[in-house]
């Protein structure tokens, strides 16, 4: 729309406007932008025609699987419904913006962002809105022809029976081609590739499966071949060979009848049988995952509680008034572009129902300030930095931001660093802030596993968890290390449910499990006086962090060895009392159980 708008917003609007711009990002090959939803495409395939602009935003080495589940996440926000699109303040530029800003930090130019409200902002803009919005909703919604969609693909695909291929991809993306696909069945035809497999499998077993292009009683049992790989998962690698075309491998394992099938445990051969039994071949494979993954003996007790999945974090998304926060900095501070910018941010998504309405400050700017005024600063004027951070980490798109920077020097460990450093000279508001910003990392997917499994991170966190956890003089911190307790054990719980190994390293668990036991045993409501409901909540709280920390725990581990040592069944049976009738009162009873 160039030519009509730059000819037509002068009379009547008394601005002018050389176009009113559609946005999308081309990388790897795709264009992905805003309409019926997020929507893809072959680059320049797009219904809106030749783009009158291409600019180059920079590159990024951000991994595509990241990438991707980031994207997964804007989804949530810019969805297809018909009300979802605003042309002014829910539209492509600010899926754009916010793309942008992940896979390059920076976001697209001003005159494009601020486009809207410059029509807002005079008096027929505001009246011609619902008209231009509703012209528009045709153009802006229209859907991609099928021919043109373009699909991005982060992980090996495979075919039936085991083909598979892993796409390459440019712009500094790449798939790891080590890893075999889960779930499928490998056709192997090289001895090399066949090892490579059985090497994968070594913690675990894999199976051989014996054919030839020739055997029809083989091909009988290849839907249920097919199917016992997809039913084992990850927990085991399940290979056919034809030995048709696979001399190399029929000379070294001398099979001379087809089908035949070879298993092995942990990297030994276990068993082999020939034969087209439909009943033995599931017989044998299930045995043989089963002795690979036997069933941890929490599965066979009854816990409703610990035994369900716990997905959602806890956040804290409760917005003070800003006005007081700002003033509580130092002049200089508070006029800051970049804090200006974030205080917009947070009330425009503060008082909007869409979260897109907000479009995202300048992220690398606003982190690059609260570097410095960590340096610069005293701790006593942190607070409202620290607290205007936690309100944007609240949204996905931010937090998923600051999961990519690099976690050596960046902001969130610059943070958890200072405060820890700080020791009992941490002043009591900075340390609470700082419990309630790592609470909400957790909204962002991308963070979850890294908060775990990275260790310049998980230190910083769990001495950050201990301290405020044991921090006698105040429940507010004790609650908020119970609640960052739940987000850290309930992630690392679900990695156990569905058959991954724990995230979460055992020193860590260890470190974690003396300071939940210890902190159940402190709190005794009697002493709170006029908090004894808290009190309560915080001892179950920490009792329901305790539980799904060792539930499914390694039993020859050390956690369940410090446990004992301890006596942690001891001190959370003890609270039993408190919870006569109650919901608690369970809690307390399955929690004794894992323990």
Known sequence: ???????????????????????????????????????????????????????????????????????ESLKAIYTAESKSYDLFLHNCNNFSHDFAMFLVGKGLPDHITSLPQR?????????????????????????????????????????????????????????????????????????????????SAMSTCAVIFFTSSTCAPCKIVYPAYDELAAEAGNKAVLIKVDLNQAY???????????????????????????????????????????????????????????QRPHRKPITYSKVPPLDKLLAKL????????????????????????????????????????IL?????????????????????????????????????????????????SLGDDCPYTLRLVTVHLSCNLFSSPLYRPQLLSTPSLTSPLLNLLTSSLLDTAHVPSRAAAASLAYNITAFNHLQRLDGASDLLPEGAQVELAAALVEG???????????????????IRGLILALGLLVYGVDQKGEVVDLL????????????????????GEELVKEVAKVL
Request: glycine share 8%; aromatic share 6%; charged share 15%.
């Open 564 to 583: 004992g040592v301890i006596g942690a069944r001891e001190v959370v049976e003890r609270k039993k009392g408190l919870f006569v009738g109650g919901e």
């Open 330 to 369: 130092d002049p200089k501070s508070r006029t800051d572009p970049s804090i200006t910018a974030l205080k917009d941010f947070i009330t425009t998504r503060t008082s909007s129902t869409t979260l897109a309405n907000a479009p995202l400050p300048p992220l690398p700017t606003l982190s690059t300030f």
């Open 119 to 199: 029509v807002l902002n005079t008096p027929f803009g505001q009246m011609l809105k619902p008209q231009i919005d509703s012209a528009m909703r045709g153009i802006t919604q229209a859907p991609v022809p099928r021919s043109s969609i373009a699909q991005p693909k982060a992980t090996p695909s495979s075919t039936s029976n085991g083909t598979s291929r892993t796409p390459q991809t440019t712009n500094g993306f790449s798939t790891n081609h080590h890893v075999p696909p889960i779930g499928v069945v490998h056709n192997v035809t090289r001895l090399q590739e066949l090892e490579n497999l059985l090497a």
């Open 520 to 538: 159940i045993g402190r709190e005794d409501n009697e002493n709170e006086n006029n908090n004894k409901e808290s009190s309560k909540e915080l």
């Open 372 to 420: 410095s005024s960590l340096r610069t600063l005293p701790p006593s004027t942190l607070f409202p930095i620290i607290d205007l951070l936690r309100l944007a980490l609240v949204d996905p798109r931010v937090s998923g931001y600051f999961a990519e920077e690099d976690h050596n020097t960046g902001l969130i460990l610059a943070i958890l660093s200072h405060v820890v």
């Open 1 to 71: 729309m160039e030519g009509l708008a730059r000819q037509m917003s002068g009379p009547l609007l008394g601005t002018q406007i050389d176009a009113v711009y559609h946005t999308s990002l081309v990388f790897g090959g795709i264009e992905y932008f805003f309409g019926m939803g997020v929507q893809t495409c072959y680059p320049g395939s797009t219904h809106h025609g030749r783009p009158m602009e291409i600019l180059s935003l920079g590159k990024t080495d951000l991994p595509l699987e990241i990438i991707l589940e980031y994207l």
């Open 248 to 306: 190399e491998i029929g000379a070294k394992y001398q099979v001379r009848a087809t089908p035949t099938f070879m298993t092995f445990l942990k990297g030994v051969k276990e068993n082999q049988w020939s034969g087209a039994n439909e009943g033995p071949l599931r017989g044998n494979i299930r045995m043989l995952i089963q002795m690979a993954h036997p069933p941890h003996p929490h599965t066979n007790l009854t816990l409703p509680t610990l």
